[in-house]
Nanobody, 115 residues
Framework: QVQLVESGGGLVQAGGSLRLSCAAS????????MGWYRQAPGKERVLVAS??????DYADSVKGRFTISRDNAKKTVYLQMNSLKPEDTAVYYC??????????WGQGTQVTVSS
């Protein structure tokens, strides 16, 4: 059974940086689509960034500031967040879409950006 465990969230001042990590268990990690979503209070969960075996995609709001990457040997996906803004404050969730389309979510990690 696949499990995802996020880490790296915290409190940071505007303009600062954080690096989120998501460690996965189970098989087929290298051929899975991995993504980072976020959910701010009172808002829907939205896609921030995703990565396949050969491409990445970003929400317009984070382009040029966030970078998603993966280490298949470690079964880990990362989200490097630079130039953070107060509006980036949210719970960030890791997501995995397996080769059969099965979705798995992590428990989430809080990111708070103070102004």
């Amino acid at each position: 059974q696949v499990q995802l465990v996020e880490s790296g969230g915290g409190l940071v001042q505007a303009g600062g940086s954080l690096r989120l990590s998501c460690a996965a268990s189970g098989s087929n990690f290298a051929i899975s689509i991995m993504g980072w979503y976020r959910q701010a209070p009172g808002k829907e969960r939205v896609l921030v960034a995703s990565i396949t075996s050969g491409s990445t995609d970003y929400a317009d709001s984070v382009k040029g500031r966030f970078t998603i990457s993966r280490d298949n040997a470690k079964k880990t996906v990362y989200l490097q967040m630079n130039s953070l803004k107060p509006e980036d404050t949210a719970v960030y969730y890791c997501n995995r879409r397996g080769p059969l389309g099965t979705l798995t979510w992590g428990q989430g990690t809080q990111v708070t950006v103070s102004s």
